[in-house]
């Protein structure tokens, strides 16, 4: 009997020991649940353990085939250059091993329906059905980024989740390096006459990001006492989350990948960005790994790569 690729987890990584916590406990979760696989998961930059740290527990353990999954909600550059980079790294490093490499996670529909979840948690349980939700407003905040087209998935993912639910309307915000920021994602929905506001944080784990979410919303709530505004949970651990790992492990294993390159900023000249255009690819180096010989600054002078 052929033996199944192990699964590889990439995470981005968080100065937050809470969240790195999370990412790894939801690893050993994946492999408690799918013993007949091999499971391991590791770090683009920040945290324990790095992502070569991971591929080499499997290689010790005979692993020379894998799916490498990013644990990420859109295709920015970690997802599209800095992962495929390092794992062309590793295959250098081990010879002999071949990976097959699955794409982002959001939006699914199995993850809007758990944010649904977080909202109605939010609102108390008491805004099920479209009626209940016509006077609430959503700002769904993103982590940010420099490329435009991950800016442009929260963006999908908000219209997604405003399609077919009640609410009044679904606002999009970013927490670092994009614009609208969250009190100005704040200011705009008082400004459409939003009277009961949900805070969405669009992150998978708590982390220090998140922390910052929930700290400006409740400066800027402080600031308009005449505003309802509420704070929801991160998606965090749910079935949901594990089982769509699950899928775009099995989408890698068949090379099943459907990724979307209309409006790469590594493909396409896009307005500001033409630059980036045919970018190398540059391995991301983790701090804690050993072969690492480059400062982080170093790397983003190089930019990112787009693997296909």
Not at 128 to 147: E, N
Not at 165 to 171: D, I, K, L, S
Not at 179 to 195: F, H, M, N, T, Y
Request: contains cysteine; glycine residues 12%.
């Amino acid at each position: 009997m052929t033996t199944p690729p192990a699964l590889l987890i990439a995470g981005h990584g968080t100065r937050d020991e809470a969240g790195a916590e999370a990412f790894r406990d939801f690893v050993r979760e994946l492999g408690r649940r799918h013993p007949e696989l091999p499971v391991a998961g590791g770090f683009i930059e920040l945290s324990p353990p790095p992502l070569t740290e991971a591929v080499g527990g499997l290689v010790e353990q005979g692993v020379r085939r894998f799916a490498a999954v990013p644990l990420m909600l859109v295709s920015a550059g970690h997802a599209k250059g800095d992962i495929p980079a390092a794992l062309a790294r590793e295959k250098e490093r081990h010879p002999g091993i071949s990976y097959a490499y699955g794409r982002p996670l959001g939006p699914h529909p199995s993850l809007l329906a758990v944010l649904e979840r977080r909202l109605d948690e939010a609102l108390g349980g008491a805004a099920r059905t479209p009626a209940d939700r016509a006077d609430v407003t959503v700002l769904l905040v993103g982590r940010g980024s420099t490329d435009p087209d991950a800016n442009a998935e929260v963006h999908k993912a908000a219209r997604l989740l405003w399609e077919g639910r009640g609410y009044a309307g679904v606002e999009t915000a970013f927490v670092s390096l994009a614009a609208p920021d969250v009190p100005s994602g704040l200011d705009r929905c008082a400004k459409l006459g939003a009277r009961r506001i949900v805070v969405l944080p669009y992150f998978l784990f708590t982390g220090i990001l998140p922390d910052r979410v929930r700290q400006q919303t409740e400066g800027w709530a402080a600031a308009h006492p005449d505003i309802e505004v509420r704070s929801a949970d991160v998606i965090g651990p749910e079935e949901e989350l594990l089982d769509l790992v699950m899928e775009r492990y099995e989408e890698a294993v068949k090379g099943d990948l459907r990724m979307n390159c209309d409006s790469c900023v590594y493909r396409i000249a896009l307005p500001g960005f033409e630059d980036k255009v045919g970018l190398p690819q540059q391995p991301h180096f983790h701090p804690d790994d050993d072969g690492h010989h480059h400062g982080h600054g170093h790397h983003h002078q190089g930019g990112h790569a787009h693997a296909h």
